[in-house]
């Protein structure tokens, strides 16, 4: 079998790496163009390493997708961008900030399309140093058993045409309070539990969903689903705010409590905190309003926790915000490090999702109720730690 080995020497370090994989199904075409521009390929096992958790945010290196964009909407490798070659210059904005230093990963159609090789060299004029080619690309990713994310059009269509079970992955509290229509909520962390909620045919079409691309719950669905043989499993990684900022169909009690809100007494107070008004369905969720006029210039008898794990929280954050992983602690150790401060402690993630986990961890551990507290917002900050916080909607 014809190989191809292809040594990469970084200027900046010294460093040759190497990539040999077979390349027998690759046109003439594109060998020459792997030739030519001394590019790296690597291959799924390399690329499911990289994308991690699955979001875009835990990703260790950034996928490129250079197909047409329309075959981008209906499946992707989980965290790709669209980044179609012949439409490079109105695609290459969403670039344009990232350190020209990040591994690029480019991909297409498979081995005897020409397109991942051609945006890599695109990339490269642009100054990006450290590209490498999956060059077996989609088509390899799917065969190999490989759950794909979709965008909103596809989810749409699912919808319309009733051929696919839709799964909320958020916790119970947050699918009641809005979910997409018709969507069925399983818990990533209760998923071991409602088995019996999923279709029996291995086939049917599922598309997974939580809140939003930095949500990692819709993917650990997707990976379990995959693991328990069903085959045709979607993420739908722009989740319950992409969906709701177009005016899609919602279920839930989110109408319902919007009136609520316009009422004379939207809150209460406990410890000098504003909490919103119902807090029988919802302990201790700081009041909105309040919450993003505290954060201007947080008093020094508060501390605001960002609870995501460190790689996300570096990647962005509240300002002010000091860094508390919930996942994969004990629940007694985290409400231990919370009391810790000795301040009132006010908790966020990226999509209220995980706070609200983190929330009843402090209530069922014994966690001092006048002192913990959380928000249900979407957060999303950038790596100078600028920010944009979109409130969610209490129960």
């Not at 006029?293 to 926790?305: G, H, N």
Request: glycine residues 6%.
């Amino acid at each position: 079998m014809r190989r191809l080995t292809i040594l990469i020497l970084c200027m900046a370090t010294g460093v040759i790496y190497a990539n040999t994989l077979p390349i027998d199904n690759a046109s003439p075409k594109v060998k020459n163009l792997l030739l030519e521009n001394h590019l790296g390929v690597v291959d799924t096992a390399y690329v499911k390493e990289k994308i991690g958790k699955g979001t875009r945010v835990s990703s260790k290196s950034i996928l490129l997708d250079a197909r047409p964009h329309k075959k981008y909407i209906v499946g992707h490798v989980p965290s790709a961008l669209s980044l179609p070659d012949t439409k490079f210059s109105a695609y290459f904005d969403q670039l344009k900030d990232i350190d020209r230093a990040t591994e690029l990963i480019t991909y297409c159609g498979g081995w005897k399309c020409a397109k991942s090789p051609k945006l890599a060299k695109m990339l490269r004029e642009k100054g990006f140093r450290n590209i490498k080619v999956y060059q077996a690309g989609f088509p390899a990713w799917k065969k190999a058993g490989n759950y794909t994310e979709v965008d909103l059009p596809l989810v749409k269509s699912a919808l319309k045409k009733a051929n696919s079970v839709i799964i909320d992955a958020r916790p119970s509290k947050k699918y009641m309070q809005s979910h997409i229509a018709t969507a069925i909520n399983i818990p990533d962390t209760k998923m071991d539990s409602m088995l019996d909620r999923l279709p029996k045919d291995k086939t049917q079409r599922i598309i997974a969903y939580c809140g939003g691309y930095k949500c990692a719950k819709s993917h650990n669905v997707a990976k379990k689903l995959q693991k328990m043989g069903y085959k045709n499993i979607f993420v739908y990684a722009g989740g319950m705010p992409e969906w709701a900022k177009a005016g899609l169909p919602i279920e839930g009690k989110k109408a319902a409590k919007k009136a609520e809100e316009k009422s004379s007494n939207p809150y209460v107070v406990r410890n000098g905190v504003q909490l919103v008004k119902d807090q029988k369905e919802n302990e201790n969720m700081v009041y909105g309003p309040w919450y993003l006029d505290l954060i201007k210039a947080v008093p020094a008898d508060y501390q605001l926790v960002d609870i995501r794990d460190k790689e996300s929280y570096q990647s962005g954050h509240i300002p002010g915000a000091i860094n508390i992983p919930f996942e994969d602690k004990d629940p007694k150790v985290f409400v231990g490090e919370l009391a810790a401060t000795g301040k009132k402690v006010i908790m966020n993630c990226a999509s209220g999702a995980m706070a609200t986990e983190a929330i009843m961890a402090v209530i069922d551990h014994g966690g001092d109720l006048d002192r913990l507290f959380y928000v249900d917002a979407n957060v999303d900050c950038d790596k100078n730690n600028q920010c944009t916080i979109e409130i969610n909607d209490p129960l």
